[in-house]
């Protein structure tokens, strides 16, 4: 068993934008309430349909998303901040085409719960692992570039993680995460933490290190199976299985 604190809360309104950190979230069978909330839908013939994300289009994380109201569970569409620094609320008639015109191509929005690449889950990161990742590479590592949405300081050994499998338990006040169903336990990373956090540049050497040195692992896939509201610097215990 391992002791530690909730060290950062990360949420992501509207799937594959940049987020906002937030104080305090409610963790239930959506994930985090609003996280992933809200999503951009390809409408070009050969993708129709298909959720928008960084893979196709890295241009995405030139635009921000957050809640007017950062509470634990938010009950307002979100805000998106476009790379002009121009607002624009989720239902506002002209979002869609001004994203098509940022982007250079067809989309509609799409809001729905649970729009994770793994359905309604919770990712969550270790500090020993991301300073001992840094080490590694030998320059900066943005914890953003991993999106997470549950940052933890454990005493755990960096990168023990990786060996966390199925039944591993996490505990924060009331709520409880475990690695439960389908895709659950270590994290395998796609191409998107390669980019920097505002899509400007790519970083090759990221994604291969992580392939080569860690079995292309980073964070946890969790399920929440006791709701309840975390809160940055709550006492956090980890069980791995």
Not at 76 to 86: A, E, N
Not at 206 to 215: D, F, R, V
Request: proline residues 8%.
């Amino acid at each position: 068993m391992f002791q530690g604190n909730v060290t950062g809360l990360h949420r992501w309104p509207v799937k594959s934008l940049r987020g906002e950190r937030v104080e305090a979230a409610r963790f239930d069978e959506r994930g985090m309430a609003g996280d992933r909330a809200h999503a951009l839908i390809d409408q070009r013939e050969r993708r129709a349909g298909k959720v928008l994300t960084v893979r196709q289009n890295p241009a995405l994380l030139s635009w921000r998303s957050t809640y007017r109201d950062p509470g634990p569970d938010p009950a307002q569409p979100p805000v998106l901040h476009g790379p002009d620094g121009k607002e624009w609320a989720w239902d506002d008639p002209g979002l869609a085409a001004a994203l098509a015109g940022s982007l250079d191509l067809p989309l509609s929005l799409r809001a729905e719960d649970g729009q994770q690449d793994r359905g309604p889950t919770v990712l969550v990161t270790l500090e020993a692992s991301r300073a001992a990742l840094e080490g590694e590479l030998a320059a900066p590592v943005e914890l953003d570039r991993f999106r997470p949405n549950l940052h933890l300081t454990l005493d755990a050994p960096a990168f023990a993680e990786e060996d966390w499998g199925a039944g591993t338990k996490i505990t924060v006040g009331e709520v409880v995460l475990e690695a439960t169903g389908k895709n659950a336990g270590p994290c395998i990373r796609c191409a998107v933490p390669s980019w920097d956090p505002a899509g400007r540049e790519r970083w090759p050497k990221l994604q291969t290190w992580l392939i080569e040195q860690h079995e292309n692992k980073f964070g946890l896939i969790m399920r929440v199976t006791t709701p309840g509201t975390i809160s940055t610097g709550d006492t956090a215990t980890a069980e791995p299985a």
